[in-house]
């Protein structure tokens, strides 16, 4: 049978990528970002998952206003890197693990989530840059990744309770695969930051903080947390923090913190990560 | 009825919201568009001529030649949207939210590398207000 063994969560900044593939990650401005990534990087190396169901969110990118799916899985054989404007990211082809993300779909959908089934799209920095973050620049990526995409730009995103209760669903979804394969969920976005109006540049470090402390202990009265107060709080675009609560109701009632990470800023954003196992 | 907003007393944001992305949605797929580097070309050959095949209004063109990106958000836009313009004008996000934040490039990254904008005084416009 198919096992989460991890739930990890980080940042997707659009410039950690660009800092990335331009060669500047020693750079004083980078340093203490990915010196907190290299414990992280051994540990995908020693906990090599064969799939990676990996949360994020499309920037304007796949989905523009012409199509606003709330919750999309890609269920594709691949996925190429979008042009965001400065032509795609020089990142491998994503292969997508079709025969678990179709079986996923099923049992969500049966479980009254109405997610929309994706088989052709590009993916944007939301999904490239925690793959960089976490495996470096391989020729090609070491495991399947299947894509679930989060509306979180236009406002309302789903509910930080539906998100968690999603996330229970897709656990029990994994749970009832019959291949005997690994599987770690990733919940990205966040931490703290908004990108416009006069307000741009707000951070919340304790904010930040006291959301990993209840993401991994009180999971359930997190996900209570209303939009507002993210966004006051957060940043209008911290309320990007309820895909975070996906990859928490995937796991255990009880985890284990393996890894944490915090830095201010990459850009404008406040840098969080987090490595769970369950308990 | 009209929606509740209880985002509406947040100072200096502005929530991209059903309202928001239906009075934007011309001005925002206009900057979609920019995606193609032909496009582009178009676009900064003639901006006038490129903005006038799209049923945006005089007001929203005016702020996107001006790259006015606080107009523009009061216009409906959204910064995911205006990325593809910094880009096509070979700026940055980081550029593009200091016009916004009403800040040189350098001091909002300063600001960024200092903490960022602290949240007190930035909760309700009330605060503001109440000096």
Known sequence: MARVTAGLTTSHVP????????????????????????????????????VVFLIYNDHASAF???????????????YESTDEGWGPRPVPTVK???????HIRQHVIQDDFDLTTVNEMSVDHGFTVPLSLLFGQPKEWPCLVIPFAVNVIVYPPPSGRRCFELGKSIRR????????INVQIWGTGGMSHQ?????AGLINSEFDHQFMEDLIHRPAELAEMPHIDYQRDAGSEGIELVMWLIMRGAMN????????????????????????ENA | MPLEKPYLDIPGTTVFDSDMARTGYHMNQFCISLMKAE??????????????EWPMSEAQKKVVMARDYLGM??????????????????????????TMAQMSEDEYKQMMIDGGRPLEGNRFITEKDDG
């Open chain 1, 96 to 102: 997508g693990a079709p025969d678990l993300a179709w």
């Open chain 1, 253 to 276: 009632a009880k985890v284990r913190e393996v890894h944490r990470h915090y830095h201010v800023p990459a850009s404008s954003t406040a840098v969080g990560h987090l490595i769970l």
């Open chain 1, 195 to 199: 990108l416009q109006g006069q307000r």
């Open chain 1, 173 to 180: 979804a994994i749970d009832a695969f019959d291949d005997d």
């Open chain 1, 15 to 50: 410039a950690i990528g660009a800092a990335i593939d331009l060669g500047k990650t020693g750079e004083d401005y980078w340093k203490p970002l990915f010196k907190g990534f290299e414990f992280s990087k051994q540990y995908m190396q020693d906990n090599m998952p064969d």
């Open chain 1, 64 to 78: 523009d206003l012409s199509m606003i799916p709330t919750f999309a899985i890609g269920c594709g054989e691949s």
């Open chain 2, 39 to 52: 496009n582009r070309e178009r676009f900064l050959a003639d901006e006038r001529a490129y903005l006038d």
């Open chain 2, 73 to 98: 958000q009061s216009l409906g836009g959204n910064v995911y949207y205006f990325a593809k313009m910094f880009f096509t004008d070979k700026k940055s996000v980081l550029y593009g939210s200091s």
